[in-house]
């Protein structure tokens, strides 16, 4: 956000009656545009992401491995005038609700696109949505809703009993919770009860206003909230939107999306596809057979999921039907919490935290791996902190390797606006010997650069 700007006009609620992070926040940068050549987004705010992309190409595609929640005898597969007029649907539901500018509305149900809907209608009236995981604890959840200070809610009924959210717990945390599905708890709303409603009249914030919250993962305990305005939102996506060569999105192409709908990546995904009007396939349950039948249906040529889900997609590379045939850009979004609640009961600990720091006691690990991650520590010194805390941590023998990239053209093209301090493969040898390993050797390759290196078992100097 460029400044601390809150402007309150008709019916809008008093300053002074709101929460504390809504009008005392961290100022962020915004720029319009990379040169005076640049695209750039036809629009970040939520509230219009998909009118605009209707206004733009109306009959594109946006297809949806099952039906939405908000909308399940709806179809799955419908134009972006479609999903529009869904969005403006579910924001006549909100207002009906009592949902108005400034209200804080927290979205806790089920993986699908219709959360990042939610959030567009709960936009376009002026509140501010509140996107959270799904796969969280009582504990996340209670925090997460007294922090809103009183948001409306709106989850299913499997989220209501994972978390905890009891009668008691909703009339304590909660102004209103509605639910997606029917229930027949009396201390809830149900959607069914308040389709009908008119639409309610867009009352977008302004651009530097707070516009969308999300949250950290909570790998290392209560996940922190994040706030966005539609300038900062702007700023991350003038990425996508620019005119790269090669790997830049087109109007063609046909993007197959698979991420957590909760996370900030929607916002600015969202603000990307405004601006393109590509085809769209948005997959919610990675392993339906439904999936595979949509890929190979539609072959996209981009793909975006997380790690452990292009795993579980290993066997489609060699399917007969070639789903992933005509791909030009693969894209990985990884998300350390997907990673720790697919890996929870396996033996596996998923941690996020500073390399140049470790939260890990000394000579614990028998080896450390790094792939292609350097170059995206901000200075040489901070690399040189990681290298001695890897030192650090491994046993004695134990074994440092990974590999980094060396420079391009596409690869320095890839980190315009990013943190990119490469390592000079001549010298990392060198570097790895004066903090204290041995037998550091690099092997230097067209586009990269291999290294392997040992913890001596006994400490230099002595």
């Known amino acids: ?61 946006v297809i949806v491995d099952r039906p939405a929640d908000i909308d399940p005898e709806g179809p799955a597969d419908r134009d972006y005038a479609g999903w529009a007029a869904l969005v403006e649907q579910a924001a006549g539901w ?70 905890g959210l009891d009668e ?19 201390d809830v709303v149900a959607l069914d009860d308040l389709r009908g409603a008119p639409p309610g009249r867009p009352r977008l914030r302004a651009g530097n206003e707070p516009m969308l919250i999300t949250h950290t993962s909570g790998t290392t305990g209560i996940p922190k909230l994040v706030l966005h305005s539609a300038e900062s939102i702007h700023s991350l996506a003038l990425v996508e939107a620019e005119r790269w060569p090669v790997f830049g999105l087109r109007p063609r192409d046909t993007v197959a999306y ?31 057979p439904v999936v595979r039948e949509l890929l190979a249906e539609h072959r996209p040529t981009i793909v975006e999921t997380l790690p452990n889900i292009y795993l579980r997609w290993e066997s489609l590379a060699s399917d007969p039907a070639r789903p992933f045939g ?87 093209l890839a980190h315009l606006g990013d943190t990119m301090v490469l390592v000079d493969p001549d010298r990392f040898a060198s570097r790895l010997q004066a903090v204290g390993f041995t037998d550091a050797r690099v092997q230097r390759g067209n586009r990269a650069f291999g290294f392997r290196a040992i913890r001596p078992h006994t400490p230099p100097g002595t």
């Open 168 to 186: 008691d717990a909703v009339a304590a945390l909660t102004r209103r919770t509605i639910t997606v599905d029917r229930t027949d708890r009396r």
């Open 258 to 288: 698979c991420d957590p709908f909760f996370h900030q990546r929607m916002a600015t995904a969202m603000a990307a596809v405004a601006t393109l009007t590509p085809n769209v396939l948005m997959l919610s349950e990675p392993e339906s």
């Open 1 to 61: 956000m460029t400044e601390n700007s809150t402007l309150i006009d008709g019916d809008e609620a008093a300053a002074s009656s709101l929460p504390a992070f809504l009008t005392d926040y961290a100022p962020t940068r915004y720029r319009r545009r990379w040169t005076p050549l640049s695209r750039s987004p036809a629009t970040a705010r939520l509230g219009e992401v998909w009118q605009a992309a209707a206004q733009r190409a109306a009959t594109q595609r």
């Open 94 to 163: 909100l207002h009906a609700a009592g949902v108005r500018p400034w209200d804080r509305v927290a979205v806790l149900k089920a993986n699908h696109l219709d959360v990042s809907l939610l959030a567009s209608a709960i936009a376009r009236l002026g509140a501010i949505p509140a996107t959270l995981g799904w796969t969280h604890t009582p504990e996340f959840a209670r925090a997460m809703l007294t922090r809103l200070d009183q948001p409306f809610l709106v989850a299913d009924s499997t989220q209501l009993q994972q978390c």
């Open 326 to 412: 005509n791909v030009r850009v693969y894209v990985n979004s990884f998300d350390a919490e997907a990673l720790r609640q697919r890996t929870l009961g396996q033996g596996v600990e998923v941690v996020t935290g500073d390399a140049t720091a470790m939260p890990f006691e000394a000579a614990r690990f028998s080896a450390v791996v790094s792939f292609t991650m350097l170059h995206h520590i901000p200075s040489p010194q901070s690399q040189d902190r990681l290298l001695a805390e890897v030192c650090r941590v491994l046993r004695p023998g134990g074994v440092f390797a990974g590999s980094d990239s060396t420079t391009n053209f596409l690869f320095r």
